[in-house]
């Protein structure tokens, strides 16, 4: 029987229990949560660190208001990159790969940016639909160009994130299917093959890292115009 | 396409949200740093993190 390449995107269920619910219910058992007193593994240090570091990284061209985001960033951060490096994993299921997933976290994060500035200062939010020192003939048409591309962000963010890990896995999978039918035929060839399947490994996992945090830096870059 | 099927969107949605706002949170939350952060507004950034007192 022949199955399709797209097949690994539609999600199992396993004794009822659809695999997308276990693979975002579960992952978090594998980091520690640190004791409330100032005594720390190497784990838990790293950790620390990293979300230390990476909010300290985040929040610098922030104004102070935008300061409130600091935990849901960097939450989404370990979610997204939690969910991406493990999707990596064979016989594991990628939700991030849900076009339904992603924009249900974009269009609510990208909507909340949207309403805060609308709401605390809509002259400087409706300021950005107008480049300064736009020639007086192009007005209308520039208007409506930044407010499609502002209406198109959510759509933009999400599609971004489904496309690239989609595309990583189905190059993965069509290269590994290559690898094994090339073997009995050209050895020689398959190897190499399977050289390029190893650094395409690479790539993806530096993907899965990027692509997270390029979903969380865009999102405070919409935040940064509204507060 | 399956990934680009939408269904059961509502109910990714739902369990998706649930777990990110009530399990990271308070993982993340949990981490403590010794320095206060400090805004960009502020004059004179504290840059020395701690150390042994003599």
Redesign the interface.
Same mark, same amino acid.
């Given at each position: 029987m022949m199955v399709s390449f797209?097949?690994q995107? &539609?999600?199992p269920s396993y004794l009822g229990i659809p695999n *997308? @619910?276990v693979a *975002? &219910?579960l992952p978090?058992v594998l980091?520690p949560? =640190?004791p &409330?007193r100032?005594i720390n593994n190497r784990l838990?240090t790293i950790?620390?660190w990293f *979300? $230390?570091r990476f909010? $300290?990284q985040l929040?610098?061209? /922030? $104004?102070?208001g935008g300061?409130k985001w &600091?935990? /849901?960033l @960097?939450? /989404?951060m *370990?979610?997204l990159i939690t969910i991406n490096m493990l999707g990596l994993l064979p016989y594991t299921f990628t =939700?991030t790969?849900?076009?339904? /997933?992603n924009?249900?976290?974009a269009v609510?994060l990208w909507l909340a940016t949207v309403i805060i500035g609308m709401r605390n200062q809509p002259t400087i939010a409706l300021g950005h639909l107008l480049p300064e020192g736009t020639p007086i003939p192009l007005i209308p048409v520039l208007i409506i160009i930044e407010t499609i591309s502002l209406l198109i962000r959510p759509l933009a963010l999400g599609v971004r994130l489904?496309a690239n890990l989609?595309a990583g896995h189905l190059l993965i999978q069509l290269i590994a299917t290559a690898v094994f039918v090339l073997l009995p035929m050209m050895p020689t060839v398959a190897i190499l093959t399977a050289a390029v399947l190893f650094l395409l490994t690479l790539l993806e996992v530096a993907v899965a890292m990027i692509q997270a945090y390029v979903f969380v830096l865009l999102l405070s870059l919409y935040l940064q115009e509204n507060v | 396409m399956p990934q680009l099927n939408p269904g059961p969107w509502f109910a990714i949605l739902v369990f998706s949200w649930l777990i990110f706002l009530t399990i990271i949170p308070t993982k993340i939350l949990s981490h403590i740093s010794p320095n206060e952060p400090t805004p960009v507004s502020a004059e004179k950034h504290k840059t020395e993190s701690w150390d042994w007192p003599w």
């Open positions: 797209f097949d995107f &539609a999600s *997308i @619910a *975002i &219910a978090w980091y949560t =640190p &409330a100032w838990i950790q620390g *979300i $230390n909010t $300290n929040m610098l061209p /922030l $104004n102070v300061h &600091a935990l /849901l @960097a939450s /989404l *370990i979610f =939700p790969t849900q076009l339904s /997933l924009m249900g976290f609510p489904t989609t | -």
